[in-house]
C-alpha cells in the first residue's frame, strides 16, 4: 500500500488522528511524505508508523508541502521531486516482492 502524503489529520487539527485502521492492515506500506505538509505533522506521523513499524517503510521530501512542492529558495526543480519519489516507489515495490 503507497501513501502519497498520508493525510493523518485536518490541518492545525492534531488532536484529529486518522490512523487507527491503518494499525489492523497486515500489507507493507510505504508513506511518502513532505515535511511541510500540513496534513501531517512530522512527529505525529513517526508516533504512528512507530507502532506499525515492522510493515512500514517512510521516505521524507524535505521541505515537501501536501504536494511535494517545495519553497524557491530551495533550488529544487519540482520535476526532479517527482521522479526521486517514483524511483522510491519503484525500489520499494521491488525490495517486498
Do not use: C
Not at 488532536?15 to 496534513?39: A, N, S
Not at 526543480?77 to 522510491?88: D, Q, R, S, W
Amino acid at each position: 500500500l503507497i501513501f502519497l502524503g498520508y493525510p493523518l489529520h485536518p490541518p492545525g487539527k492534531f488532536d484529529q488522528k486518522r490512523d487507527e485502521y491503518l494499525l489492523d492492515l497486515q500489507l507493507p506500506m510505504l508513506f511518502i511524505q513532505g515535511t511541510r505538509d500540513p496534513f501531517a505533522r512530522m512527529d505525529l506521523l513517526q508516533e504512528t508508523i512507530h507502532r506499525i513499524r515492522d510493515r512500514v517503510t517512510l521516505h521524507w521530501i524535505e521541505g515537501g508541502d501536501h504536494s511535494f512542492k517545495v519553497l524557491v529558495r530551495t533550488g529544487q526543480n519540482y520535476p526532479e521531486i517527482l521522479k526521486n519519489v517514483a524511483g522510491t516507489v519503484a525500489d520499494w515495490i521491488r525490495e517486498i516482492q
